[in-house]
């Protein structure tokens, strides 16, 4: 199916799949090439998301890594205030996502920054729920679900109850490396396509994960080639965004599927 995303009354075809690059003003995210502190180095990340191809930039304060360092609510707010503003004055149309898990750090972006997009990475709380649909902001809701099955039957209540509060857009991630051993994500990523069923869009952030470095044993830094070759399974099996550390990579992913389609060959 071909999916929209309503942004603030603008219409984001996702008929072709989009690239959402990755922008964490963190100082502990598990990949180092993604994390960025000074004015200057956010200057530089946002433009390179945008120019390499992306379409979404998406802002994390929060390193949600195994053993990340816990951050609170002050904190996350006061990273996502400096860092949004920058990107705000230097790309004023960007589209923005925010991850984060916490009701009230997301209602500060989208109304102080004009956050377009919440990705929530702890499969949601009422308080959520309730918040997107008040601000009619679309929602990424992850799964930490270790089974298809499971994952199927917890997407199939949260979104009832997303829509029973009035959400409309509603972007499902099948949640890869969260409550899910190495061996499950890989059985999930195999199936994926049945999420397709909730007809819903589907997002997938595979980039540069435990389950490829632990695999092949090798470090995050060495894992650009697994995660080109997961991201392409991905757009195969129904991925409408990938969010990715590497932009220019994905985007080629996707102009080369679309190729193979048929689809975009300019």
Do not use: W
Not at 82 to 99: Q, T, W
Not at 120 to 136: A, N
Not at 253 to 266: D, E, F, I, P, T
């Amino acid at each position: 199916m071909d999916y929209t995303l309503n942004l603030k009354g603008k219409l984001m075809d996702l008929s072709t799949p989009q690239v959402m690059g990755i922008l964490n003003v963190t100082p502990d995210s598990f990949y180092a090439g993604s994390r960025v502190q000074t004015e200057s180095e956010i200057v530089r990340r946002c433009h390179q998301i945008v120019d390499e191809g992306a379409s979404m930039i998406d802002v994390g304060g929060y390193s949600t890594r195994p053993g990340g360092t816990e951050v609170t609510e002050a904190e996350e707010m006061e990273r996502l205030r400096f860092g949004l503003g920058i990107i705000r004055r230097e790309l004023p149309d960007a589209v923005i996502s925010v991850d984060t898990f916490r009701p009230d750090v997301a209602r500060m972006t989208v109304e102080e920054y004009g956050a377009d997009i919440i990705n929530d990475v702890s499969e949601g709380c009422e308080t959520m729920y309730r918040l997107v649909s008040r601000l009619h902001v679309p929602y990424i809701l992850m799964s930490q679900q270790p089974t298809l099955k499971t994952m199927l039957m917890s997407f199939a209540r949260q979104v009832q109850q997303l829509r029973d509060f009035g959400a409309c857009d509603i972007i499902l991630d099948p949640g890869f490396g969260f409550g899910k051993t190495l061996e499950q994500n890989y059985e999930i990523m195999n199936q994926m396509e049945r999420l397709q069923v909730m007809e819903l869009p589907l997002l997938v952030g595979i980039s540069r994960k435990s389950m490829i470095y632990r695999l092949m044993g090798i470090t995050p830094e060495e894992s650009l080639n697994g995660t080109t070759m997961l991201n392409t399974v991905s757009l195969m099996k129904g991925a409408d965004i990938l969010r990715v550390h590497d932009v220019k990579q994905a985007v080629e992913c996707v102009r080369m599927m679309q190729a193979l389609k048929g689809q975009n060959m300019k």
